[in-house]
């Protein structure tokens, strides 16, 4: 079975532009968690979506949003990109919402912002 | 405090050896516990879940809680070099912003040959 794939993989993008990025989860995989990894601030949950409905959302800005589609693919958008949100986007799948659901990774979409 | 502590290390440990790598967490509704592997530019990968108090094995991992202390370990027997990566523990809790993966921020595990 294929793993979570994302889109692209890397991606440099000025100041002020924004951004999509892309999730596929693994066949079957209703639930899509998105997570922002920096160096200093570590992993970081953004949103989870499930049938196409947010569930859950951190602590980040109306900057970031994202949707999900009816064949569970999902996106995620960043507005008025800052130097800040360079890091590694990473998308996670899981069968469906709840907190015994496992998830699993995707390899990560690179974003640097000049 | 932080929500999901770890010892940041980096920890080393000769091949074949055990390491014991730790992790608190201040919600005591906790309900779900992971350890994730990241290697080095690569993502994480899921490696051990646990649910209940006790221990749970599988292959060389162990994966052991204690609800009542608020702790989660792994221990890595036979440690061998290709271990070598940052391990990452994760929460999940059943209430509000808990729901969600709260990740502690990794121990560095380095195995030598």
């Known amino acids: 079975k294929a793993g979570v794939t994302q889109t692209p993989r890397y991606l440099i993008k000025t100041r002020g532009q924004q951004v999509t990025l892309s999730c596929s989860p693994i066949?079957?995989?209703?639930?899509v968690s998105w997570y922002q990894q920096t160096p200093g601030q570590g992993l970081q949950f953004l949103f989870e979506?499930?049938?196409?409905?947010?569930?859950n959302k951190g602590n980040f800005p109306g900057r970031f949003s994202g949707r999900q589609f009816s064949n569970s693919r999902s996106e995620m958008n960043v507005s008025t990109l800052e130097l800040g949100d360079s890091a590694l986007y990473l998308c996670a799948s899981s069968l469906a919402s709840g907190i015994t659901y496992e998830q699993y990774f995707g390899p990560g979409t690179r974003l640097t912002v000049t | 405090q932080k929500e999901v502590e770890q010892n940041s290390g980096p920890l080393s440990v000769p091949e074949g050896a055990i390491a014991s790598l730790n992790c608190t967490y201040s919600?005591?509704?906790?309900?779900?516990f992971f350890w994730y592997r990241q290697y080095s530019g690569k993502s994480p990968e899921l490696i051990m879940s646990?649910?209940?108090?006790g221990d749970k094995e599988d292959g060389r991992f162990t994966a052991q809680l204690n609800k009542a202390s608020q702790y989660v370990s792994l221990l890595i027997r036979d440690s061998q070099p290709s271990d070598s990566a940052t391990y990452l523990c994760a929460v999940k809790g059943t209430s509000g912003s808990a729901r969600q993966l709260t990740f502690g921020s990794g121990t560095q595990l380095t195995v030598l040959p």
């Open positions: 979506y499930f049938s196409e409905t947010q569930r």
């Open positions: 066949s079957g995989h209703r639930s």
């Open positions: 919600d005591r509704g906790s309900q779900s």
């Open positions: 646990i649910y209940s108090n």
